[in-house]
C-alpha cells in the first residue's frame, strides 16, 4: 500500500510540474549581418540589356521576423521574411563612350525552412523561397543620361546551422545563393549571413 501511495505522489507532482518551453517552436525576430557577392551578365533595363558583364562584393545587413513548428521531437519547419540594406554595392561598366552602372539598394525575402533538431539547443536546416531585389539603374552617354528604379526577383536557397545561447536568444551562421534573372538578364547573388535571435 505504502509503495502505491509514493508511486501515486510521484506521478502527481510530475503532472503538476509546469513543462519546460520547447526550442525552435513559436514567433521569433532578429537581426542579421553579412557578405554579399553579386554576379551580372547581361542586365535588362529601361535602356536596354546593359553589359555589365562583372562581380561586385559588398556588406549587408538587416532584419527578419518568422515562426517555427516541431512536426515531430527533431523535425522542425517554420516561415520567415527579411529585409536588408547593402552597403558599397553599387557597380559601374565604362564601354565606347557609355557608362552604365546598377546599384542594389535593398532587398526582401520571403521563405520556408525546415530542420533537424541534432540537441535541444541545435538546428540545422535547409531554407527556400522568394526574393526580390530594388535596384537602381542609370545608364549615361555622349548625348543623353537617365535613372530609374527597377525590381529582380527570383528564388533563393540555401540553409545554415541554428544554436540556442540562452532560454530566449540564438544565434545563427547561414549561406544562400539567389538567381534574380529572368529573360535576357543574369543577376546572382551569394551571401554569408551571421544572424542574432530572440524567441518568445
Avoid: C
Avoid at 47 to 69: E, K, M, Q, V
Amino acid at each position: 500500500m505504502n509503495k502505491l501511495l509514493i508511486a501515486a505522489g510521484i506521478a502527481t507532482v510530475a503532472l503538476s510540474a509546469p513543462v519546460a518551453a520547447q526550442n525552435f517552436e513559436g514567433p521569433f525576430v532578429g537581426a542579421q549581418i553579412g557578405y554579399n557577392h553579386d554576379s551580372y551578365g547581361k542586365v535588362d533595363s529601361r535602356f536596354g540589356r546593359l553589359a555589365i558583364d562583372d562581380n561586385r562584393d559588398s556588406f549587408t545587413g538587416g532584419a527578419y521576423a518568422g515562426y517555427d513548428h516541431h512536426l515531430t521531437d527533431r523535425i522542425v519547419v517554420g516561415a520567415e521574411g527579411d529585409f536588408d540594406l547593402g552597403a558599397n554595392d553599387s557597380r559601374v561598366e565604362r564601354r565606347g563612350g557609355a557608362v552604365a552602372s546598377i546599384d542594389p539598394r535593398h532587398a526582401f525575402s520571403l521563405s520556408a525552412r525546415a530542420g533537424y533538431q541534432v540537441d535541444p539547443r541545435t538546428l540545422l536546416y535547409v531554407r527556400g523561397g522568394y526574393e526580390n531585389v530594388d535596384a537602381r539603374v542609370s545608364l549615361a552617354t555622349g548625348n543623353a543620361a537617365g535613372r530609374y528604379s527597377r525590381t529582380y526577383d527570383g528564388w533563393m536557397a540555401g540553409g545554415g546551422v541554428e544554436r540556442y545561447l540562452t532560454p530566449k536568444v540564438s544565434a545563427r551562421v547561414e549561406y544562400r545563393y539567389s538567381d534574380l534573372g529572368g529573360g535576357d538578364t543574369r543577376f546572382h547573388r551569394q551571401q554569408g549571413l551571421v544572424g542574432i535571435s530572440y524567441h518568445f
